[in-house]
C-alpha cells in the first residue's frame, strides 16, 4: 500500500498575498520559507506552533547559516530580514490569531509573537518535561 499523495497547486498569482485554508489551494509564498510552513502548520491545525530559526537577527552570530549568495550581495543584509519581518507581522501573524504561537529564539528580532526567555534547549526540557532527545543519523 502507497501512501495517500497530495498535489500542491501553485497560487493563481504569485503577485497578490494570499493565506491559503486548504492544500488544494496550494500554500501561500512569501519572502522566506517560513511563510509556507506556517500556512501549512495552520491548515493542519497545529496549535501550538513553536518557531525554530526566526531569527532575523543580522548579527554575524546568526548569520552563520545564511545563504552564502545573500552575504555576497554585501556586509549589510539587514534589508533581508526586515522584509521577513514585515511578513510575519502584516501578513502571517494576522492570520495566525486563533493559534499559540511561540518562538523559541529569545534573541529573535521577530517580535510578533511571545518570544522564548531561555535558551531552546531550555525552553523543549519546559515544554516537554523531560531533555530533549537528540535523533541519532545512521
Not at 36 to 48: Q, R, V, Y
Not at 77 to 82: D, S, V
Not at 105 to 113: A, G, P
Request: proline share 7%; hydrophobic share 35%.
Amino acid at each position: 500500500h502507497s501512501p495517500d499523495l497530495t498535489r500542491l497547486r501553485p497560487p493563481p498569482s504569485t503577485h497578490a498575498k494570499r493565506w491559503s485554508t486548504t492544500l488544494a489551494d496550494g500554500l501561500s509564498q512569501g519572502t522566506n520559507s517560513m511563510v509556507g510552513a506556517l500556512n501549512l502548520a495552520d491548515i493542519m491545525g497545529a496549535d501550538p506552533i513553536y518557531l525554530l530559526g526566526v531569527d532575523c537577527n543580522p548579527s554575524e552570530r546568526f548569520t552563520a547559516n545564511y545563504h552564502q549568495e545573500y552575504k555576497s550581495l554585501g556586509a549589510q543584509y539587514g534589508w533581508h530580514y526586515q522584509s521577513f519581518i514585515t511578513d510575519f507581522e502584516k501578513w502571517c501573524a494576522p492570520q495566525l490569531t486563533k493559534r499559540c504561537v511561540v518562538n523559541l529564539n529569545s534573541e529573535s528580532h521577530v517580535k510578533v509573537w511571545p518570544r522564548a526567555t531561555m535558551s531552546y534547549n531550555e525552553e523543549l526540557r519546559a515544554i516537554l518535561g523531560r531533555p530533549a532527545e537528540v535523533p541519532q543519523v545512521r
